[in-house]
C-alpha cells in the first residue's frame, strides 16, 4: 500500500498549457503540502492545507491553485504553463515527530 | 529570512572511510532541525528530528547532532547504499508547519 501517491508520474506538455497533478495518502494525516524541487534539487515550499483549509500559501504564481477535495486529497492545478515550471513536484503529509511522508514526485516538462 | 546552507554540495567516500556533511542555518526561533534522505527518482524520505541545541540522533552509521548554529550529519564507516542526496530542513518560529530545505549534499560511496 503506497502511503503518499501522486498522478501522474511524467508530465510533458506544451507552454500554454493547462494541467492537474493529483496526491492521494492513505495515512490519515490532516496536513499536506506541494513542494517543487528544480534542477539544482532545491525543495521549496509552495502550498500546505490542514484538513482542507489552506495554511501556507507561499510567493507562488497565481497560475497554481491548489485544491483539497477532502482530507485525503490535495490537488495542483496548474494554468499556462511556462518554461520555468519544469521541475519536479511533490506531495508531503504532516506525521507525528514532524515527519513528512513524501509522495514519489510528478516531473513536468514543460516544452 | 529564515535560510539552511549545506555543505558540501558533493562528496565522495571510499567504503568504510567516514565522514560529516553540514548543515548550517539562519532562523528565528527555531522549533526543529530535520534530516531527509533522497534517493534518485524517488521523495525524501525521513532520518532525524532534532529540537535542541547538544541533541544527538543515531540510527545504523548515522550520527545526527545539533548546536544553536549548525547541524553535522555523521556517517560511520559508510557503505554504497548509503549514496543519496541529504537534505535538511528547519522550522521556525512563525507558528506555522513551514520547512525551508537546503539543496542538500550529494554522496557517493565507492566500493
Known amino acids: 500500500d503506497t502511503a503518499v501517491s501522486q498522478t501522474p508520474k511524467y508530465l510533458v506538455t506544451q507552454m500554454g498549457n493547462d494541467k492537474s497533478i493529483k496526491c492521494e495518502q492513505n495515512?490519515?494525516?490532516?496536513?499536506m503540502y506541494w513542494y517543487k524541487q528544480d534542477s539544482k534539487k532545491f525543495l521549496k515550499i509552495m502550498f500546505s492545507?490542514?484538513?482542507?483549509?489552506?495554511?501556507i500559501n507561499e510567493t507562488v504564481p497565481n497560475r497554481f491553485s491548489p485544491k483539497s477535495p477532502d482530507k485525503a486529497h490535495l490537488n495542483l492545478h496548474i494554468n499556462s504553463l511556462e518554461l520555468g515550471d519544469s521541475a519536479v513536484y511533490f506531495c508531503?503529509?504532516?506525521?507525528?515527530?514532524?515527519?513528512?511522508?513524501f509522495g514519489p514526485g510528478t516531473r513536468l516538462l514543460v516544452l | 529570512e529564515d535560510q539552511v546552507t549545506q555543505s558540501p554540495e558533493a562528496l565522495r567516500l571510499q567504503e568504510g572511510e567516514s565522514s560529516s556533511l553540514n548543515c548550517s542555518y539562519t532562523?528565528?526561533?527555531?522549533?526543529?532541525l530535520f534530516w531527509y534522505r533522497q534517493d534518485p527518482g524517488k521523495g525524501p524520505e525521513f532520518l532525524f528530528t532534532?529540537?535542541?541545541a547538544g541533541e544527538e540522533k543515531e540510527k545504523e552509521r548515522l550520527k545526527a547532532t545539533l548546536t544553536k548554529k549548525e547541524s553535522f550529519l555523521h556517517i560511520t564507516a559508510p557503505k554504497p547504499e548509503d549514496s543519496a542526496t541529504y537534505l535538511c530542513?528547519?522550522?521556525?518560529?512563525?507558528?506555522?508547519?513551514?520547512?525551508?530545505f537546503g539543496t542538500g549534499t550529494r554522496l557517493k560511496v565507492l566500493a
Open positions: 532534532l529540537y535542541s
Open positions: 530542513a528547519v522550522r521556525g518560529g512563525s507558528g506555522t508547519y513551514k520547512y525551508i
Open positions: 492545507y490542514n484538513n482542507k483549509e489552506l495554511i
Open positions: 532562523v528565528s526561533g527555531l522549533r526543529g
Open positions: 495515512l490519515g494525516h490532516d496536513t
Open positions: 508531503a503529509t504532516l506525521g507525528g515527530g514532524e515527519t513528512q511522508y
